[in-house]
């Protein structure tokens, strides 16, 4: 019995070590083949800060405003077709939010990104290795963005890998401007060179001045979206506040009524894009993911 065991714990210690030979393989491999909404919702979550939710979690999340709310408004109204339509804004609502809340962190963080670019530049003239130059962002850098670079920091002293590290950067980051940082920053570990400095210092220039004419055009462009929200809101609180007399909305409990909230809801849902899509300007893709 003695020999059994000490032969299958020097076993399991060989089978070990042969495992450990081979490489790790990297998050972004296995999450090559994931879902292109899941992966979309994913990055959202992150750019919005709410990096404790999933995208599973966030359909949920969907799923139950929308059957809380069609089951609320179904009792106090008795009309399905009005019930649906505010169910399907309720579900609808928790990724409006998230993206609402990633997109404004996303108008901060443009701003935020040529600082970041002008302390590495300083942390790499001072002749501190990469490392270290990004390890130290969690304490010099800006503050919304010092929680990812001290885990940067925790990441690169437990595993002692840069490549590792940077992708799991890359992963709380979900932002961009994040990604070309970092893959410019893994270039000069892996080939070396001295014009990293000069690299750095052309970034923050174009990072400055990218962020300079986005807030102007946003700035001029926000009456769109604003009048957009506003037109698009205005019919259906009126249905709301009418919905609080059951028998004021008994005419959309028929036939023709429902086919009346369906049309308006279309129109909605189109009019809303087309002013969204005229009005917005397009957000920056992670090509670099």
Same mark, same amino acid.
């Given at each position: 019995?003695?020999?059994?065991?000490?032969?299958?714990?020097?076993?399991?210690?060989?089978?070990?070590?042969?495992?450990?030979?081979?490489?790790?393989?990297?998050?972004?491999?296995?999450?090559?083949?994931?879902?292109?909404?899941?992966?979309?919702?994913?990055?959202?979550?992150?750019?919005?800060? @709410?990096?404790?939710?999933?995208? &599973?979690?966030?359909?949920?999340?969907?799923?139950?405003?929308?059957?809380?709310?069609?089951?609320? !408004?179904?009792?106090?109204?008795?009309?399905?077709?009005?019930?649906?339509?505010?169910?399907?804004?309720?579900?609808?609502?928790?990724?409006?939010? &998230?993206?609402?809340?990633?997109?404004?962190?996303?108008?901060?963080?443009?701003?935020?990104?040529?600082?970041?670019?002008?302390?590495?530049?300083?942390?790499?003239?001072?002749?501190?290795?990469?490392?270290?130059?990004?390890?130290?962002?969690?304490?010099?850098?800006?503050?919304?963005?010092?929680?990812?670079?001290?885990?940067?920091?925790?990441? @690169?002293?437990?595993?002692?890998?840069?490549?590792?590290?940077?992708?799991?950067?890359?992963?709380?980051?979900?932002?961009?401007?994040?990604?070309?940082? !970092?893959?410019?920053?893994?270039?000069?570990?892996?080939?070396?060179?001295?014009?990293?400095?000069?690299?750095?210092?052309?970034?923050?220039?174009?990072?400055?001045?990218?962020?300079?004419?986005?807030?102007?055009?946003?700035?001029?462009?926000?009456?769109?979206?604003?009048?957009?929200?506003?037109?698009?809101?205005?019919?259906?609180?009126?249905?709301?506040?009418?919905?609080?007399?059951?028998?004021?909305?008994?005419? @959309?409990?028929?036939?023709?009524?429902?086919?009346?909230?369906?049309?308006?809801?279309?129109?909605?849902?189109?009019? @809303?894009?087309?002013?969204?899509?005229?009005?917005?300007?397009?957000?920056?893709?992670?090509?670099?993911?």
């Amino acid at each position: 019995m003695t020999g059994v065991v000490v032969g299958a714990v020097l076993g399991t210690g060989l089978f070990l070590i042969w495992w450990s030979t081979w490489p790790r393989e990297e998050e972004t491999t296995r999450t090559r083949g994931e879902n292109p909404l899941l992966r979309r919702l994913r990055d959202e979550l992150a750019q919005a800060g @709410y990096r404790g939710v999933g995208p &599973v979690g966030l359909l949920v999340a969907c799923v139950i405003a929308f059957v809380l709310v069609l089951a609320t !408004v179904t009792a106090m109204t008795r009309v399905p077709s009005i019930a649906l339509c505010f169910a399907v804004m309720a579900g609808w609502a928790p990724l409006a939010v &998230v993206r609402m809340r990633a997109r404004s962190r996303r108008s901060q963080l443009r701003e935020l990104w040529p600082d970041v670019v002008d302390n590495v530049t300083s942390a790499v003239r001072a002749g501190l290795a990469l490392p270290e130059a990004l390890a130290q962002l969690a304490v010099r850098g800006p503050q919304e963005l010092r929680p990812a670079f001290a885990e940067f920091a925790g990441d @690169y002293r437990t595993t002692g890998r840069f490549n590792d590290s940077l992708d799991r950067l890359k992963d709380r980051l979900a932002d961009p401007v994040g990604d070309r940082l !970092v893959e410019s920053l893994r270039i000069a570990r892996e080939v070396g060179g001295s014009d990293l400095g000069s690299l750095l210092r052309t970034l923050s220039a174009f990072l400055r001045e990218d962020a300079r004419t986005r807030s102007e055009l946003e700035t001029r462009q926000s009456w769109t979206v604003s009048a957009a929200r506003l037109a698009v809101a205005a019919p259906w609180l009126v249905l709301a506040f009418l919905s609080t007399r059951p028998e004021s909305v008994q005419a @959309y409990n028929t036939t023709a009524g429902a086919v009346v909230l369906a049309f308006g809801a279309a129109a909605s849902v189109v009019a @809303y894009q087309a002013m969204i899509r005229i009005g917005r300007l397009p957000e920056e893709e992670r090509v670099l993911r």
